[in-house]
């Protein structure tokens, strides 16, 4: 199946500053997270013949465009069922049709199948191109670095499980929400999985050095400076506390941690 990225500027915190869009398909097709309105995506979907809008989850810097083409295209557009009201309160519309995960939608004489990837997002989902094809991994996986898992939002326990999904899924690429073409996979989700071990044995340590607090712990747990993403790194370690808690390693009341007996 045909796949085309279009990389859109956004204007909220995301890695590169920008957003892939995508389009599977030609006649018809899908269009896969349109971001924003930009020059680029508006001739890429004047050359198809776009029959549905999809979108990997709901946060702004992945569906902000999707009214605007779906007037354009009038496409059908998708949400997850049982979380159409999110979809409404963001993108500021009703959605023609629900997924779950496993739907299939029939594009020319191929498919697009919906996976179950939470973590990220709550009603986060991947898109398997074709039988066997590619799978657009939305915020689940980028290149390099890792992405933001944070709560209250972020369910880090779900995240991994997506990880080892995708994984036991092997596809041929993985096409991120942000940044370049992933082009192996395995060795990606393996490097991601590997890192969230790693925070997670540092947010321990911590904790068995003394850490109660969630500030006493980020301090413990990470060695980087956090100049502009403190923030964001509060809020996985809350991720991770809550992983921890549900898992029995350890307390955590909201505020504080109790070491586990």
């Known amino acids: 199946m045909d796949v085309t990225r279009c990389s859109v500027p956004v204007t909220t915190r995301v ?3 920008t957003t892939n869009a995508y389009l599977l398909g030609s006649d018809p097709a899908i269009l896969v997270d349109p971001a924003a309105r930009t020059d680029d995506l508006d001739r890429l ?4 013949s776009v029959a549905h809008i999809l979108v990997t989850h709901t946060h702004p810097d992945h569906v902000g465009a999707v ?5 354009d295209t009038n496409a ?6 049982g979380r159409t009201d999110r979809f409404r309160d963001v993108v500021g519309s009703e959605p023609d049709r629900t997924f779950t995960p496993e739907t ?4 020319g004489d191929d498919r697009v199948r919906i996976l179950e990837t939470p973590g990220h997002a709550p009603d986060h989902v991947a898109i398997e191109a074709g039988r066997d094809g590619p799978i657009l991994c939305g915020d689940c996986a980028v290149r390099e670095g890792s992405v933001v898992v944070g709560a209250p939002e972020g369910d880090m326990r779900a995240y991994v499980t997506s990880l080892r999904r995708l994984r036991a899924i092997d596809p041929p690429r993985l096409w991120p929400g942000h940044g370049p073409e992933i082009e192996t996979p395995r060795e ?10 790693r925070r997670e044995r540092r947010i321990l340590e911590a904790v068995e050095n003394g850490a109660r ?3 006493e712990i980020l301090e413990g747990a990470y060695e980087k ?22 898992e029995g390693r350890l307390a955590w009341d909201g505020s504080r941690v109790t070491a586990s007996d």
Do not use: F, M, S
């Open 15 to 17: 890695p590169t500053g």
């Open 45 to 48: 979907v004047r050359n198809r």
């Open 67 to 71: 009214t605007a083409y779906a007037a």
């Open 76 to 81: 059908t557009v998708w949400a997850r069922y």
């Open 104 to 107: 299939t939608i029939p594009l």
């Open 188 to 197: 990606t989700l393996e490097r991601l999985l590997a890192h969230r071990r």
């Open 213 to 215: 607090t969630r500030e």
């Open 225 to 246: 400076d956090l100049t502009g993403v403190r923030d964001l790194a509060q809020a996985t370690v809350v991720a991770h506390l809550e992983k921890l808690a549900v």
